[in-house]
């Protein structure tokens, strides 16, 4: 007899879902999004989905070995750039 083997397609998580997957407020991964500092995101049929591997490579950019190192994930808020293009 031959093993079968079952592929399981990507899930997608919808924002609130991935916001608990990650620890984080359904707002603050939304600003994420808003500002461009988040997870890459897909948008099927107008919904936005993210994927789960996306949101585990997101997340281990702010992996650090000390409280020394700099912060790879930018905090939720406009970036300095779109500001000063907006004055």
């Known amino acids: 007899m031959s093993a079968t083997t ?26 994420h999004r808003c500002y461009g500092t988040g997870p890459t995101y897909l948008k099927l049929g107008g919904r936005v989905v993210y994927s789960i591997d996306d949101l585990r490579t997101w997340a281990s950019q702010g992996a650090q070995t000390s409280t020394a190192d700099p912060g790879r994930i930018l905090p939720a808020k406009p970036r300095s750039d779109t500001r000063a293009a907006t004055r």
């Open 6 to 31: 079952t592929v399981i397609p990507p899930r997608y998580l919808c924002t609130p879902e991935a916001a608990r997957f990650l620890g984080l407020s359904y707002r603050t991964l939304e600003k």
